[in-house]
């Protein structure tokens, strides 16, 4: 049996990231912290101490670029730096 050409989006096939389909360059930081099954508490820490790096839009609003939470979805988060203490 032959397969089909499928009409999703071109992504490299089995990547199986949270983002495939989703056209968006940044994602709001709470969503970010959904998708990648932490809390936002959690995010917001991890943005505060530079491993999960984010772009302020506005004031106030922290996004994360997609192709970020493409690469903690491969790799991880990247190590703390050391004697960097967030409170």
């Known amino acids: 049996m032959t397969s089909s050409h499928s009409a999703t989006s ?3 096939p089995g990547s199986g990231s949270v983002l495939d389909g989703d056209p968006r360059v ?8 959904e998708r990648l099954g932490i809390s936002r508490w959690q995010a ?3 943005a505060r ?3 999960l790096p984010t772009t302020r839009l506005g004031s106030r609003d ?3 670029p ?3 939470l493409r690469r903690i979805e491969q790799e991880g988060l990247p ?3 050391e004697g ?3 409170a």
């Open 79 to 81: 190590p703390q730096p």
């Open 10 to 12: 071109p992504t490299v």
């Open 62 to 64: 922290l996004h994360v």
């Open 26 to 33: 940044l994602i709001p930081l709470p969503e970010a912290a």
């Open 84 to 86: 960097s203490v967030v």
């Open 66 to 68: 997609a192709a970020v």
């Open 49 to 51: 101490s530079g491993r």
């Open 44 to 46: 917001y820490k991890l």
